[in-house]
């Protein structure tokens, strides 16, 4: 027991520095650059502010688009910015925030992707091995240091996900099987929302994984296998408050137009083999890409060497049922491979939904979480200590050397800092279109607000209103306006507020009006007006769409607590 528990501590331990090193950069600076860090910020922000003012979940994002706002949580991975909110006010920095997100999302995936390997493979050093090439993967640095995407983020939970499920299907009593597949159900429901294109990729592996778990688990029973398959519906009902108004609803936005041609931004072999880090971007072609794409020296090697030891193990004539992990991870990680190189474009163009990700190197993640479980397995299998030590201790020191030149973040330009210091204004900044900052302009908008924009305007020409701001959110606001309607030219007035269905609660001196869309802006009938002083309030909510997910949401979580309640004080489940 003494020597299990020392190991157990040194594993920690381990497992800690590794990440940590891998983490340091993160700390370097006050205020590091990365593509997207300027954009997160200052979603961030708003989100802090919106969830102040009452805004729960998040949709509307007020303070973006020179204040005319978008509804950025409505579509955009909203997990990331809840937990920013939620470590806010520890840390009282919106990008020391982001920072601990970053961290614990490398610390909590390498952790339970140990845990969850050891449960599966009950060999602690295969876990450990495993863990560590998924921390130190090239396209992890790519994330955390190049894109700054929170893709990280589900790459953390996913690991979580499993080991739930994995301790599910290992549960020897009622209060540990249910309370794991709760665990999963909830972990789930976070992955769901944490980022829209991972989740999209990583659910069906989820469900793959289940399904072999219940063909190698033939002695569960039927109560069993439904609350595994509810738990793994209820990622989605859990999560269903931000994935179908996320789909449903981007009719209304500039979203379903695709910005890059997918087919311009394949990396070749040789790319994914090697190619020269940097904190550029991904070209169109190849010439002028400043950004990597490679895949990992140590990830490749574990390809190879597995390739070597399936041939080994087919010629023997082994079951593959003694090897079925290794043999399912081994063509995921081909298949996710042949999707990210140009020679999966006729694939790409079958599978229409696979153009919506734009950049097929977004796949290298996958990639790396299936290598990584593949190593592990394979490890696990490995008998000849002769093979088993030189092979974990190689490819482990390959990842470590391999991402070396990878683990330090870009410093912000000092002519920059005051603007990443003042996030009212980097609010303001960081959102132009129709540059690729933004999608989620509505679908009839010509362009964004900018500084220049009135807070009111005549519908038909244009002119500026005497108006005068009287209080302003992210998610509420008033406006003083002073008219004349007999030299009003049109019928419509123009207000500053980027146009969404159904969302805004407008109210013109005491009373409800109807909104409509005016190019892209929220406008009302001068009908609605009193000549001289008009008051108008207007306040953010959902739309009857939203709220029925938003019920939905409710009813699985409730589900689960009345089973909670119901059957954990009473041991009722057999």
């Excluded at 990280?152 to 209060?175: E, R």
């Excluded at 738990?231 to 789909?247: K, V, Y």
């Excluded at 990396?267 to 991904?282: C, E, H, M, N, R």
């Excluded at 001068?526 to 207007?538: A, M, R």
């Amino acid at each position: 027991m003494i020597k299990k528990n020392f190991w157990q501590i040194i594993i920690g331990i381990g497992i800690f520095l590794s990440v940590f090193w891998a983490g340091k950069g993160l700390f370097k600076y006050s205020f590091y650059q990365t593509h997207d860090i300027a954009r997160h910020l200052a979603r961030s922000y708003d989100a802090i502010i919106s969830i102040k003012e009452g805004q729960f979940p998040l949709r509307w994002s007020g303070l973006l688009n020179y204040n005319c706002g978008t509804p950025t949580f409505t579509f955009y991975f909203p997990g990331f910015y809840y937990l920013v909110a939620a470590i806010y006010p520890f840390v009282k920095s919106v990008m020391s925030a982001i920072k601990v997100v970053s961290f614990l999302s490398l610390l909590v995936g390498t952790l339970f992707f140990f845990l969850w390997m050891k449960e599966e493979t009950k060999d602690k050093w295969a876990a450990l091995a495993g863990s560590l090439l998924y921390l130190y993967a090239p396209y992890t640095f790519l994330l955390i240091y190049v894109r700054g995407s929170p893709e990280y983020l589900s790459f953390g939970v996913l690991p979580v996900v499993l080991y739930f499920y994995a301790k599910a299907f290992s549960a020897k009593g009622d209060l540990s099987f249910l309370t794991s597949c709760f665990l999963a159900a909830v972990t789930g429901g976070f992955l769901a929302i944490s980022h829209n294109i991972v989740s999209l990729f990583i659910m069906p592996v989820i469900l793959l994984y289940l399904l072999i778990k219940f063909w190698q688990s033939r002695g569960l029973k039927v109560h069993q296998i439904m609350l595994i398959c509810f738990s793994f519906i209820s990622a989605f009902g859990l999560g269903a408050f931000f994935i179908f108004p996320a789909f449903l609803e981007q009719k209304f936005t500039k979203l379903a137009i695709p910005i890059f041609n997918y087919q311009h931004h394949f990396p070749t072999l040789a790319q994914v083999i090697y190619s020269k880090w940097g904190f550029g971007d991904s070209a169109i072609g190849i010439v002028d890409d400043a950004m990597s794409f490679q895949l990992g020296f140590a990830q490749w090697a574990v390809l190879l060497l597995v390739a070597i030891w399936l041939i080994f193990n087919l010629v023997k004539k082994v079951p593959i049922s003694k090897y079925i992990w290794v043999v399912v991870f081994w063509v995921l990680s081909l298949f996710f491979l042949y999707l990210v190189l140009p020679i999966s474009i006729p694939f790409w163009q079958k599978v229409r939904f696979l153009q919506t990700i734009q950049f097929s190197w977004r796949l290298l993640g996958i990639c790396v979480f299936t290598l990584s479980a593949l190593f592990s397995f394979w490890l696990s299998k490995v008998k000849s200590k002769f093979v088993y030590w030189p092979v974990l201790i190689g490819v482990v020191l390959l990842a470590f050397l391999g991402n070396r030149n990878h683990l330090l973040s870009q410093p912000v330009l000092e002519s920059e800092l005051s603007l990443y210091r003042d996030l009212d204004n980097l609010c303001l900044n960081c959102q132009k279109v129709p540059a690729f900052a933004e999608t989620t302009l509505p679908s009839t908008a010509s362009q964004s607000c900018f500084f220049t924009t009135p807070l009111v305007e005549s519908g038909e020409s244009r002119d500026k209103l005497l108006a005068q701001e009287i209080t302003r959110g992210s998610t509420f606001g008033s406006i003083k306006l002073d008219i004349n309607k007999d030299k009003l030219i049109g019928n419509q007035i123009i207000l500053n507020l980027s146009y969404f269905p159904e969302i805004f609660h407008i109210k013109i001196n005491e009373k409800d009006v109807p909104y409509e869309d005016c190019s892209g802006r929220v406008c009302v009938k001068t009908s609605d007006l009193d000549n001289g002083i008009n008051n108008i309030l207007w306040k953010v909510g959902e739309t009857e769409l939203e709220r029925f997910f938003d019920l939905v949401s409710l009813s699985f979580l409730g589900t689960w607590v009345f089973i909670l309640v119901y059957f954990l004080p009473k041991h009722k489940i057999k």
